[in-house]
């Protein structure tokens, strides 16, 4: 037996918490529009995941949050990011589809402790998730964030003052 799954030392090295956000979002996108079943969610979700997970595998360094965010980014700039279109031809949707359900212009950042979006090229940018980055701890998940993982609660960007 091997025993590669030992103790890890430093910082929580899964993209569980990152990775669940940002298919969540997506999702959240897709489930919007109404057009997609609760099924095909579930398998575009487990599709997804799967893809980010391989994408990122390489490509996640805890110790350096962002080094690499570029090519963890998730973007849709009139041309489709190929990871969700890949999950989303496991559920039958087309191109043209996708580019109806979700936004034209979208970029997601996928970075260990903090998953963010921005809709339209100069939108607000929004924080999905975000955990406090251990000094030497293991970085276990408060109960708060892991009551706020799953549950949409308007982030701070939401409320911004409109000048008339």
């Not at 990775?19 to 599709?47: K, M, N």
Request: hydrophobic letters at 35%; charged letters at 20%; proline letters at 7%.
């Amino acid at each position: 037996m091997s025993h590669r799954h030992g103790p890890r030392r430093g910082p929580r090295a899964d993209m569980v918490p990152e990775i669940a956000a940002a298919v969540g979002f997506v999702s959240s996108l897709l489930r919007t529009r109404g057009c997609v079943s609760e099924q095909q969610l579930q398998v575009f979700s487990g599709a997804l995941r799967e893809a980010l997970a391989e994408h990122y595998r390489h490509h996640w360094f805890p110790e350096k949050p962002f080094k690499g965010s570029g090519y963890r980014c998730i973007r849709i700039n009139h041309k489709m990011d190929p990871i969700i279109s890949k999950a989303a031809s496991q559920i039958g949707l087309s191109l043209p589809q996708l580019y109806q359900l979700l936004p034209s212009e979208l970029t997601l950042w996928v970075d260990p402790y903090e998953v963010s979006y921005r809709i339209g090229e100069d939108g607000s940018i929004c924080v999905l998730y975000e955990a406090s980055r251990p000094p030497s701890s293991y970085g276990m998940l408060t109960c708060k964030n892991q009551m706020m993982l799953g549950r949409t609660s308007p982030s701070k960007n939401y409320i911004m003052t409109v000048s008339s």
